[in-house]
T-cell receptor, first 115, second 114 residues
Framework: DTEVTQTPKHLVMGMTNKKSLKCEQHMGHRAMYWYKQKAKKPPELMFVYSYEKLSINESVPSRFSPECPNSSLLNLHLHALQPEDSALYLC??????????????FGPGTRLTVT | GESVGLHLPTLSVQEGDNSIINCAYSNSASDYFIWYKQESGKGPQFIIDIRSNMDKRQGQRVTVLLNKTVKHLSLQIAATQPGDSAVYFCAENMGRGGNEKLTFGTGTRLTIIP
């Protein structure tokens, strides 16, 4: 199984709503990532989790709150978002073994629209 | 056909021809590079990678070349097919051991003309 799954595929939310994005992988990867991709732009890293601990936060606003409840799951909790937060949110995972680097596998993304 | 990535975001190539997509990366300390393909409505799909101790790597119909002197990366796709139409991103990696930070280039849209 070399698949990263994300739910929901599409999400429309108001600026006062609270919602969550979910990501799951069963490849035994111990690093998981959240990226944000605006239309016609490259993905931009938001957060990195390594062994279920937050290792990188790219100065993301606190209205985005990541969570890694176990080695297979990654959540992104959303609260009080702004219309400019509308984007494709991508999850990725990769192996972590010593000092080696491995490719990241991406999910299909959640298309988020904030109204 | 050939593109310079950051300066020419679109490339059209006749089916069956070879294509070259170029990318300039920014950090001389980057030690790992990946090419991703992204089709409309999908997440990036891994194509090929190369580590900084190599200058060339070949896959099936694809070759990546790395020139560290000028911080340049290229992706060659041989005998292009309609299914190759997509946006192609290069990405450079800093960090390791769970602290990998991928920085993506601006991308090049490749269109295969039947």
């Amino acid at each position: 199984d070399t698949e990263v799954t994300q739910t929901p595929k599409h999400l429309v939310m108001g600026m006062t709503n609270k919602k969550s994005l979910k990501c799951e992988q069963h490849m035994g990867h111990r690093a998981m990532y959240w990226y944000k991709q605006k239309a016609k732009k490259p993905p931009e890293l938001m957060f990195v989790y390594s062994y279920e601990k937050l290792s990188i936060n790219e100065s993301v606003p606190s209205r985005f709150s990541p969570e890694c409840p176990n080695s297979s799951l990654l959540n992104l909790h959303l609260h009080a978002l702004q219309p400019e937060d509308s984007a494709l949110y991508l999850c990725a995972s990769s192996q972590v073994t010593g000092g080696a680097i491995y490719e990241q596998y991406f999910g299909p993304g959640t298309r988020l629209t904030v109204t | 056909g050939e593109s310079v990535g950051l300066h020419l975001p679109t490339l059209s190539v006749q089916e069956g021809d070879n294509s070259i997509i170029n990318c300039a990366y920014s950090n001389s300390a980057s030690d790992y590079f990946i090419w991703y393909k992204q089709e409309s409505g999908k997440g990036p799909q891994f194509i090929i990678d190369i580590r900084s101790n190599m200058d060339k790597r070949q896959g099936q119909r694809v070759t990546v070349l790395l020139n560290k002197t000028v911080k340049h990366l290229s992706l060659q796709i041989a005998a292009t097919q309609p299914g190759d139409s997509a946006v192609y991103f290069c990405a450079e990696n800093m960090g390791r051991g769970g602290n990998e930070k991928l920085t993506f280039g601006t991308g090049t849209r490749l269109t295969i003309i039947p």
